[in-house]
């Protein structure tokens, strides 16, 4: 009875006084003790959660539950800044640092009323659509192909977010997506993952990567409770200076699944003879499902988008490469002593960061040295303009765009990839959006041949995250995927 | 042979913003708290930190801005100047780049009588570092961060002088307004104003010289021996056929000399990129004119002002409007008084004891209404010039008023014509032969006459009168 529950259900549970939330918090605290093989998680809650779940249930028998989210079990990215719990960014650089504060994000789920299972695992500080980077290891995908026992990766970087809602550890979870890092690895997992338009999440408290690319955003089980999330970690922050003044809205009650007579756009860049044939079929079955439920299906042109990775691979590595400076040695987490500031530097930051990461940050140094930072960055910032008024023309003539999430479904652990870019390429679809600044879900379709999950994504111009949700909610309805895949790890 | 070199100087001046919490923060800016007391997680740089703009900050920067005559920039943009330092915590300086606040502006110095104008490039906002100490401990260096994020306004101006004076001048000018404005304390002890001044040299005629940057000079005189010392130590490079290099030099006050400190090619490459935290500054041209019409009078209109006004000479005028509070402590004074005993009783009389007392006008052990008082005791007779000396030196070093000084003291001046008449003519009769003299010619004497009067009565005697009626009684 407690498998598998929405945030809906378990609402509805708690609210008849069926179950109490230290029942539910019980049994995910237990399904992720047996669950250790997946290595989603790098810390577990456990007293926090089964304090915060009394506390619920000490309102719930007052008459006083705050709302839908209160009582509900989740898990947050281990990026975000837990006030008194490890938050680590999976980077051993970080693997003492223990916030005296709790970010905004979180700080909203936990004034709704909603349980803090523990932090989850995911690339090291976001860089990557593996989740092999983590410090901590990599995060197994729960689903695996038919015809082999290999492990596959959940994607990334919010991998643990997303395999641990695949495997039932928690309701939902929160991540963040600088290029793709909540879509890929939901569409990895057979989860719906939803990226808001920048600045309608506070970034504070939230460890970055790129600044004017990182959102924060939830995936669920289902558009219903993306929505339901959205609201609740939505809103201004006149602590993050680019969050937007707009007011919040009740995505959730103004959830309708009405697509008639909307236009959708589907990109002709995004067709290419190597993707897969069965992520092209459900794009066709997406077309249909939409347009058979009243919408107009029209082919657009995104001229630049075939430069939108290599813009996003010099931004976001020039931005992190300023961002991640701060993690010296001097003030908090790893400390390598040695005998002068230069080499304690050094060791601290060679010792502290994994592969990927210095990768990162010595492009992100390369492109802003002088004599570079016009060739480089500057170009850069001027594709991105041309990207977003790609996206500003089309959406004059259309409500939304529907594209596939990723150009590949999970692949196994074990799949050296020796060349960088190749990995980049996971990030093909999704990267456009992050550059532009706006919203988009991973929604899943099916699965594959080989049974893994297919997802799509669907697009909308900035802040019209409710049509983007109507919209994903009118395709779940019509294809009825259940996210379970079978249980072999416990 | 010196005559054929010319300086060309332009200054940077780091003048810290008078406000009570950082560009980015709202932690307290407070002097001289216990180290790390004053910082939050942002200027602690903790992760997932996120800088918020002080508006207050930006009001004083485009105060500033006005005040050098300069334009304001309606849109601007912060960047990251990037570097690893032990106090830099974020390892990134937020500064303005490409696009600062404030553009060109202007002010004028007088040297010798004769006005120049200095040529102001920009004025860009920035945070500061902490403080690194190393004399804590033998091993490490601490940090102490109540600095770390602090406004600072740098000013530029453009290579525009030619002498330590003329750079003094200008530092002095620019501090000036900016008291006047209350953007910044000017306090150069403090380090809430500070100036690195690039020098070069030439032949008349030539095209600009090598420069050199001398970092960090916090007093007037730092800024005129370390000019004058990197002046000389140039042309006697260039003479002796050698380069001068370029590269950042500091000033070493006991040796009186300046050494390199880093050569152009060791200097930073600071990436600079717009910081993607904030969003460009916009300012609406209504905010703007709203703080212009808000303006204090400054120094040159003040100036003007009490040249005419006051009808006093225009090296009094400058002495007394160089700083605001002086300023006003004079204007108080001077309310419905002579001001030419106004101004010689503040700027002689009090500066002399301010200067012996190291004290500033804010801590003047005489208030301005307890010096008007003083000066209404002259205006009206009951005191001599030179017995309120006397009384202004007990008012120093006492709480008492001038009056009651004056009675205690029993200076009150004789002023009773009959009274002085007596002393006269005991003086008269005490010296025959003087008389005589005066009386054959000797009109000098007239002085020792008036001097023994005086020594009789200590000096009480009003000298209008005294000189009045001993005329007189000779001359008869």
């Known amino acids: 009875m407690l498998d598998n529950l929405t945030i809906l259900e378990a609402s509805k549970l708690i609210d008849e006084k069926k179950v109490s ?42 008459n006083n539950r705050i709302g839908p989210m209160d009582g509900i079990p989740l898990a947050y990215k281990d990026l975000f800044c837990t006030k008194d719990t490890l938050t680590t960014a999976s980077s051993k650089i970080l693997s003492n640092f223990i916030p005296t504060y709790e970010s905004t994000v979180t700080n909203n789920c936990i004034n709704k009323g909603a349980i803090t299972l523990g932090k989850l695992n995911c690339d ?59 879509r890929q690895p939901a569409s990895f997992t057979g989860a719906v993952g939803l990226k808001p338009t920048y600045g309608r999440v506070s970034r504070w408290g939230t460890i970055a990567f790129a600044s004017s690319l990182d959102q924060a955003g939830p995936i669920s089980k289902t558009v219903e409770d993306a929505a339901i999330l959205l609201q609740t970690i939505s809103g201004h922050d006149n602590k993050d200076s680019t969050s937007s003044q707009r007011p919040n809205e009740h995505y959730f009650s103004n959830l309708n699944s009405s697509v008639k007579n909307l236009k959708i756009g589907i990109p002709k860049e995004y067709m290419s003879d190597d993707l897969p044939l069965e992520i092209q079929n459900y794009w066709n079955e997406g077309k249909k499902i939409l347009s058979e439920n009243g919408a107009e299906i029209i082919e657009i042109s ?22 991640l400076s701060r993690y010296d040695g001097v003030k908090y987490g790893l400390r390598t002593n040695e005998k002068n500031l230069i080499k304690m530097y050094e060791s601290t930051r060679s010792d502290g960061f994994g592969d990927e990461v210095k990768r990162r940050i010595m492009i992100g140094t390369y492109v802003l040295s002088s004599g570079y930072y016009d060739a480089y960055y500057l170009k850069a910032q001027k594709i991105r303009s041309l990207i977003k008024k790609d996206f500003d023309n089309v959406f004059k003539d259309v409500n939304a765009i529907l594209t596939p999430a990723t150009p590949n479904t999970a692949f196994a652990i074990d799949k050296e990839e020796k060349d960088p870019v190749k990995n980049y390429l996971n990030d093909i679809f999704t990267v456009p959006i992050n550059l532009a600044g706006l919203p988009a879900i991973s929604i899943p ?38 996210n379970e895949p079978k249980c072999w790890w416990k | 042979m010196m005559n054929d070199w010319q300086t060309v100087i332009g200054i940077e001046i780091h003048a810290q913003v008078n406000s009570k919490s950082k560009l980015f923060s709202s932690s307290s800016t407070d002097f001289g708290s216990a180290p790390n007391t004053q910082v939050s997680l942002v200027d602690a740089a903790m992760p997932g930190m996120l800088p918020v703009i002080n508006k207050f900050c930006i009001e004083q920067a485009i105060k500033s801005g006005l005040g050098l005559n300069a334009k304001i920039n309606n849109k601007s943009i912060f960047d990251r100047k990037n570097y690893f330092y032990q106090d830099l915590p974020q390892g990134y300086q937020i500064s303005q780049f490409k696009d600062p606040i404030v553009g060109e502006g202007s002010v004028e110095i007088e040297i010798e009588g004769t006005t120049k104008t200095i040529g102001i490039e920009r004025l860009h906002l920035e945070q500061d570092a902490g403080k690194s100490l190393h004399d804590q401990d033998p091993n ?19 290579p525009d002088m030619s002498s330590s004076d003329e750079a003094i001048a200008y530092v002095r000018k620019v501090r000036s307004i900016l008291r006047y404005l209350d953007t910044c304390d000017g306090n150069m002890e403090q380090g809430s104003l500070r100036a690195d001044v690039n020098v070069s040299v030439r ?68 990436r600079y990129f717009p910081d993607p935290d904030l969003l460009p500054l916009q300012l609406e041209q209504e905010w703007i004119e709203k703080i212009k019409k808000s303006l ?9 002002r009490f040249i005419n006004f006051y009808k006093i000479s225009g090296y009094d005028a400058e002495v007394l409007t160089s700083d605001r509070r002086i300023s006003e402590f004079f204007e108080e004074v001077a309310k419905n008084r002579s001001s030419k005993l106004s101004v010689s009783w503040v700027a002689s009389e009090l500066f002399a004891v301010l200067n012996k007392l190291n004290l500033n006008i804010e801590n003047s052990p005489v208030s301005s209404s307890q010096l008007g008082e003083l000066i209404d005791e002259i205006e009206n007779g009951t005191i001599s010039n030179r017995a309120a000396k006397e009384v202004f030196e007990e008012m120093c070093n006492s709480e008492k008023s001038a009056k009651d000084i004056i009675e205690e003291k029993g200076l009150v001046q004789i002023s009773d014509t009959s009274e002085i008449e007596i002393f006269i003519n005991k003086v008269l009769e005490d010296n025959p032969e003087n008389v005589e003299k005066y009386k054959n010619g000797k009109t000098k004497l007239l002085g020792f006459f008036i001097g023994e009067v005086m020594k009789a009565t200590k000096g009480k005697a009003n000298p209008g009168l005294l000189n009045q009626i001993v005329k007189k009684k000779l001359d008869n």
């Open chain 1, 21 to 62: 939330a230290l029942e539910i918090t019980n049994s995910y605290l237990k399904k992720i003790e047996d669950s250790k093989k997946l290595n989603c998680f790098i810390t577990v809650s456990h007293d926090k959660a089964v304090h915060a779940a009394k506390e619920t249930d000490n309102r719930v028998s007052k």
């Open chain 1, 445 to 482: 379709f099916g699965l594959d041949k080989k049974g893994l999950p297919v997802g799509m994504q669907l697009i909308t111009n900035s802040f019209e995250e409710q049509l983007l949700l109507n919209i994903a909610k009118n395709i779940q309805d019509s294809i009825n995927f259940k």
């Open chain 1, 302 to 323: 995104l001229p630049h988008t075939k430069t939108a990775l290599p813009a996003y691979y010099i931004i976001a590595p020039a931005e992190a490469s300023s961002n």
């Open chain 2, 203 to 270: 032949k008349k005629g030539e095209e600009l010289g090598t420069r050199c940057e001398i970092k960090n000079l916090n007093s007037f005189k730092h800024i005129g021996a370390a000019i004058n010392f990197e002046v000389d130590r140039q042309i006697k490079i260039i003479e002796s056929g050698e380069q001068v290099k370029q590269e950042t030099r500091l000033y070493e006050v006991a040796s009186n000399k300046t050494r390199s400190m880093r050569s152009k090619e060791d200097a930073h490459d600071y």
């Open chain 2, 140 to 158: 490490l260096t601490f940090v102490d961060l109540n600095r770390s994020g602090i406004a600072l306004m740098e000013i530029v101006s453009k």
């Open chain 1, 124 to 182: 090291e500080f976001a860089m990557g659509s593996t989740n092999k980077t983590s410090f901590y290891g990599p995060v197994v995908n729960p689903w695996k192909s038919l015809d082999s026992d290999e492990e596959l990766v959940p994607g990334g970087s919010s991998g643990g977010s997303a395999a641990s809602v695949a495997a039932d550890l928690c309701i939902a979870s929160i991540g963040t997506d600088t290029g793709g890092s909540i």
């Open chain 2, 296 to 304: 204090p009078e400054l120094p040159d209109e003040k100036k003007l």
